[in-house]
């Protein structure tokens, strides 16, 4: 039995996952109550278009741990987090997929490690069963960039199941796609954080939200992070940056050009790298900006207003 006294809540995002909740409800339920834990459960329905819903509403009928939000849309696996977070009750805040990959019976150990003093916990897939090209690969190569460009070395960033210190957890505002950069922007707030082996199973039914092309929003959610954490007080730094490598890049077209003109003779005013140089670095420069002062302007409407970035439709087992 595991020895941790603290109320436990358990968030679930779930989208179109019906034939795997009643097995994940009935077989998480059992693990925790037999580790005598005080826990709840919050699942959240992203807008599913399935009976995904109607299993949540059964289940909450079934188990009186249970607690269901339903959103009105598909607003994606960050703000199903950020609701269901938003609502929870517990001291420690457990998060899981709800597609029953993630198994409960890792849920008791991962509470004993937070118990020596950590403030994250997080699983680490190590062996997994999905597709190698589809899921693996780009797993990897989110799991280097992130970690390079953070400092953060997890060898999972993206497994949803974690155990935070819900003070740690609460005080992160979530946009995007950001809820893979949790452990990150935990540890540049100073969190301790420990990553450890589970277990993770084939996917019974249903089929994968993710492939290969979601490593370019890994790629865009680095550079906000990056802008944001490190350089929102000094934009100057940031936007210096990027304004010398793309004066490199431009410098490197501007030695072809007078190369050509040395070597072949080609005439400097119409050669196509003038254009093409002076052409890029605009559009860079221009592109970095706009797309930097979108999420500044995104981030005050919805911090100014108090406003989350998700609508709830429906909610059961509330007060």
Wanted: proline letters at 3%; glycine letters at 10%; a positive charge.
């Amino acid at each position: 039995m595991v020895q941790y006294a603290k109320k436990i809540s358990v968030v679930i995002p779930v989208y179109n996952e019906e034939s795997a909740l009643a097995p994940l409800f009935e077989e998480l339920t059992g693990v925790l109550r037999r580790a005598g834990l005080d826990f709840e459960v919050l699942v959240v329905d992203d807008g599913s278009a399935d009976q995904s819903w109607e299993m949540i509403k059964q289940a909450q009928a079934r188990y009186p741990e249970f607690r269901g939000i339903k959103l009105g849309r598909n607003f994606g696996q960050t703000s199903a987090l950020s609701a269901g977070i938003s609502a929870a009750r517990g001291e420690l805040i457990v998060t899981l997929d709800g597609d029953g990959q993630n198994d409960p019976a890792d849920i008791p150990g991962m509470l004993e490690i937070m118990g020596q003093g950590y403030d994250l916990v997080s699983g680490w897939r190590k062996d997994r069963k999905d597709r190698y090209l589809s899921r693996i690969l780009p797993s990897r190569i989110a799991n280097w960039m992130i970690g390079f460009f953070t400092g953060l070395r997890l060898k999972d960033f993206g497994c949803t199941l974690k155990v935070y210190r819900s003070e740690i957890i609460k005080d992160i505002r979530l946009y995007g796609e950001m809820h893979r950069m949790i452990p990150a922007l935990a540890f540049w707030g100073g969190a301790r954080i420990k990553e450890i082996a589970v277990n993770h199973r084939a996917r019974g039914s249903g089929k994968s939200k993710y492939n290969l092309f979601r490593i370019f929003n890994v790629i865009f959610d680095l550079v906000t992070l990056k802008f944001f954490v490190g350089y929102f007080r000094r934009p100057l730094h940031f936007f210096g940056l990027a304004g010398v490598l793309l004066s490199l890049i431009g410098a490197v077209f501007y030695l072809v050009m007078i190369l050509m003109k040395v070597l072949q003779q080609v005439d400097m005013t119409g050669n196509p790298f003038l254009i093409l140089g002076t052409l890029l670095t605009i559009l860079g420069m221009q592109s970095v900006a706009l797309g930097l002062l979108g999420e500044i302007g995104i981030r005050t409407y919805y911090e100014s207003q108090d406003k989350p970035t998700y609508v709830i439709r429906e909610k059961i087992g509330f007060e």
